[in-house]
């Protein structure tokens, strides 16, 4: 057989070492040590959409901190000379001339047949708008009195990007204020709904027996409800006579407390299917209490898993909170939250005079549909071993 | 399957009892009723004949009771104050005090036209959702794939009552509708003819089309994702592979498969279209329950804001078991003895 060989074989004089000679190795090398949550990271920055969203909600979820900054005015500033006020625009040519952005001040003429303020922008003295200025002042974080803004209105102008509502407050300032608002909601909301969660599915797939039955059959009933309807009976029951904070929490645990048998439901299923994995039984041959277990095993292993379909229920908390504030069962003023801010846009006659004041709409589309995206790109990521 | 009936049907009886106890309990929640807060107004106004017929009230529909003989009375398991069974169980819905009148007459009209628009909710989602999701997967990473993704991510995000505002103030512009109610104005109060038919039928495309949104979004995304698992099975490839054109072959074996999830999802969906029927009937004025239920909470008027939400938890829970024996019925492998 040996003699058949017609040409020689060729061998290295180089030691063989496998971890540096193979080059193919290397990568999976870094592919099989990988902890799991790199690997979920890495499946995630895949999916282009999710991240651009995820960028989107940090975005969004940085301003919270810093609302009294950003915004322009004060959240109940009010415009006496400028009841809604169109929107202003920002421009940054006059006369075909660079000037930096500015804004074109206007004035207003009361319609003496339509009972309407009419506008007239005034074309020929652009006003400069200030950056890195001292506005109005303001208590930051109801602490610290401060003047500094990121952008202020000209010297004696005025600057309304999104227009003014009916006391001629600044729509985009309280856009920004009711951020602060209504993304808090969506967490704090989904706080509740998690812990809730978390508790009757791991007690129910933890005893099994009839615990597990009657909860089941809870979450089967709580299912079967409409949601808005028992929302509205919720919040028709808080005293009418709570803070404006109080109903804030109020208002927060009861979006929770409906939305919580998704997310027990997984947990429940989750526990079941890997109690029965290899390394659980491992982990009780060698005597770990079933709290360790737990809390070591098995949470880590599905806490993507939940973590993913927490992110797709914070709209629907965010949207219900909307939906109730813009019922006028909600959140009150001066609480400001979007939908408080869409509340006195449901007429139809700001439909059709002045339409700026839907302006609240995008957020809360842009927001909830990044937390879908975001959430669909984490569903996707979260089994990381699972092709 | 009369055994699988028959269970059903005692499950969803239970689950009404304890839905019924909720309900009860939420109404409850805030201190006082309605007639208590009256009382206390009548007597600041020094109106003392008014309040002492509502103290009549308050005893004539046993106020007065612990709150648990209030719940069975209501139900109609408990002798009520007048020493007889009237409750839901005996076809007795109880007294509205807002209105002065009985819960059934302040409903009326009410309960057949909320049935009306989420039925015609219901056929919308599916007929406009079936052949979107179909040609969305035929046509995968076309076009109008991504227009259809595009839409039904918006339809999931936007608030439904915003859209029924901006749709309302459309159609009245370009169509000539008139905006709010679910008929034109002088149809009000008139008997039934086949104009006031026609003009329900007008009003009925907005409503519809708004509520239904989400849910027809929701439902072309799992739709689509369903068929595309099914066309890549090799059953569908040999059935095309034998020569069955593209269009029979699909109908034929993955749409039956993918319509199952499709149907158990009815489930789902119905709790879901119930709560966008009550908001934007709230916000469009239709003549629903939704209305009636707001202003019943919030003036506290027990029996009527009891009544509709039992009548809207009836609604999913009879639709879902309406669901559960369409899919028992479809589908083959299900087993209808036990676990």
Same mark, same amino acid.
């Given at each position: ?28 090398? $870094?592919?099989? +040590? ?11 920055? $895949? ?30 500033? !009010? ?37 309407? $303020? ?20 303001? $208590? ?8 500094? !803004? ?15 509502? !009916? ?6 300032? +309280? ?89 027990? +439901? ?8 890997? +109690? ?19 809390? !070591? ?91 | ?58 005893? %004539? ?20 104050? /007048? ?10 819905? /109880? ?44 046509? %995968? ?34 169509? /000539?509708?008139?905006?709010? /109610? ?89 709790? %879901? ?28 008027? %027990? ?37």
């Amino acid at each position: 057989m040996r003699e058949q060989l017609a040409t020689p074989h060729f061998v290295d004089a180089q030691p063989f070492d496998p971890g540096v000679s193979d080059p193919g190795r290397h990568e999976d090398e $870094r592919f099989y +040590r990988a902890s799991s949550l790199a690997l979920i990271w890495w499946k995630f920055r $895949r999916n282009r959409l999710a991240v651009v969203s995820a960028f989107v909600l940090l975005f969004f979820y940085a301003m919270v901190p810093f609302v009294e900054v950003i915004a322009p005015y004060g959240q109940s500033e !009010r415009n006496g000379d400028f009841l809604y006020a169109p929107p202003q625009p920002v421009h940054l040519f006059h006369d075909g001339e660079f000037v930096g952005p500015f804004v074109y001040p206007y004035s207003f003429t009361f319609n003496k047949e339509t009972f309407t $303020r009419d506008y007239v922008v005034d074309r020929t003295a652009p006003q400069r708008l200030r950056f890195f200025c001292q506005g109005s002042p303001y $208590r930051f974080w109801g602490l610290v009195e401060m003047r500094f !803004r990121l952008v202020c209105p000209p010297e004696g102008g005025t600057f309304f990007l999104m227009g003014t509502d !009916r006391l001629g407050r600044d729509l985009l300032s +309280r856009i920004i204020y009711g951020a602060r608002i209504s993304l808090v909601i969506g967490l704090v909301g989904i706080g509740v709904s998690f812990a809730l969660g978390l508790f009757f599915g791991g007690v129910a797939g933890y005893l099994g027996g009839w615990v597990d039955s009657a909860i089941q059959r809870l979450i089967e009933i709580l299912r079967s409800l409409p949601e808005l309807p028992l929302w509205l009976a919720l919040s028709a029951a808080l005293p009418a006579n709570w803070s404006p904070v109080a109903v804030f929490f109020g208002i927060t645990i009861i979006l929770g407390l409906l939305d919580w048998p998704g997310l027990a +439901r997984a947990v429940r299923s989750k526990l079941l299917a890997l +109690r029965e994995e290899d390394f659980v039984k491992a982990a009780e041959l060698m005597g770990a209490s079933r709290t360790r277990i737990i809390a !070591r095993h098995l949470i880590p292993n599905f806490m993507s898993h939940l973590i993913a379909s927490a992110t797709l229920s914070i709209p629907s908390m965010i949207l219900g909170e909307t939906a109730l504030s813009f019922l006028g069962l909600g959140l009150r003023p001066p609480v400001t939250s979007w939908g408080v801010l869409l509340n006195e846009a449901q007429n139809l006659a700001a439909v059709s005079l002045q339409p700026w004041l839907l302006w609240p709409i995008v957020p809360v589309v842009l927001v909830v549909l990044a937390f879908n995206f975001v959430g669909d790109g984490l569903r996707d990521a979260a089994d990381p071993y699972h092709e | 399957m009369i055994r699988y009936l028959a269970r059903r049907l005692a499950t969803m009886l239970v689950t009404l009892l304890i839905i019924s106890a909720l309900i009860f309990i939420i109404i409850k929640l805030p201190p006082g009723d309605f007639l208590t807060n009256q009382i206390a107004e009548l007597r600041a106004q020094g109106d003392a004949s008014a309040a002492a017929r509502a103290e009549f009230l308050v005893a %004539q529909y046993g106020l007065d009771r612990p709150a648990w003989e209030q719940y069975l009375a209501w139900v109609g398991v408990w002798p009520g104050p /007048g020493g007889d069974h009237a409750g839901l169980l005996q076809g007795n819905w /109880g007294w509205s005090f807002e209105y002065d009148r009985p819960v059934r007459e302040v409903v009326g009209d009410a309960l057949w036209l909320t049935l009306l628009l989420n039925l015609t909710t219901v056929i919308f989602v599916h007929v406009v959702a079936i052949p979107i999701a179909i040609y969305s997967a035929r046509r %995968q990473y076309s076009i109008g794939d991504y227009v259809v993704t595009l839409f039904g991510y918006l339809g999931l995000a936007t608030p439904s009552f915003l859209l029924a505002l901006i749709l309302l103030y459309y159609m009245n512009r370009w169509f /000539g509708i008139s905006i709010g /109610g679910l008929y034109d104005p002088q149809f009000a109060g008139a008997p039934w003819t086949a104009e006031k038919v026609r003009s329900l039928a007008e009003h009925l495309i907005v409503p519809t089309i708004v509520i239904g949104l989400g849910g027809t979004a929701a439902m072309i995304r799992r739709m689509r994702a369903n068929l595309l698992d099914e066309l890549g099975k090799q059953y569908y490839v040999t059935a095309r592979a034998k020569g069955l054109p593209p269009g029979k072959a699909l109908l034929k074996y993955p749409f039956r498969m993918a319509l199952n999830p499709f149907i158990s999802d009815i489930g789902n969906l119905l709790p %879901q279209l119930v709560s966008g029927s009550v908001l934007v009937s709230l916000v469009m004025s239709l003549p629903t329950v939704g209305p009636i239920l707001l202003a019943a909470l919030k003036a506290q008027d %027990q029996y009527l804001a009891g009544f509709i939400l039992m009548f809207v938890a009836v609604l999913t829970v009879v639709g879902m078991l309406i669901s559960d024996i369409l899919l028992a019925w479809l589908d083959p492998r299900i087993r209808l003895g036990g676990r």
